[in-house]
């Protein structure tokens, strides 16, 4: 999610982040606590609107490693109704992994990212970070 790093350096390491980017749908990025792991995990959504509820298109949440590696281990689409989770517990306690799962979440998110910068959230992160510095001089 190296888009997603961008952005964040841009905009500082803030507890959520909202960039509007014209007629995509807005993209939030969120510091959630921990991960599953222990580690500081982030909630990366795209959210759209059906009857009046927000939906996430996608949802991806991720662990962030010491040396800055997101781990995907969640993801979300409501319209889709898919719901899928990395790691999970037996009825006996065992932490369990889908390798698989894992392989695929990476390999999405890689193209998400990709997809974001084309889309121009980058550019659209940096216009927001100069009219926060613009209101901030004003004030």
Known sequence: MTTIKHILEILGN????????GAFMPLSIEMIGQGPHGLPAISVCHYGE????????????????PDGKFHPYYFRNDYTGTEQEVYFRTEDGREMIRPRLKKELASFARQWSA?????????????????ILTFEKAA
């Open 14 to 21: 803030t507890e959520h982040v909202k960039i509007e980017n």
């Open 50 to 65: 059906q009857s009046g509820d927000l939906m996430r298109d996608p949802e991806m949440c991720f662990e962030i490693t």
């Open 115 to 131: 997809n974001l910068r084309e889309q121009g959230f980058i550019k659209a992160a940096r216009l927001q970070a100069r009219q």
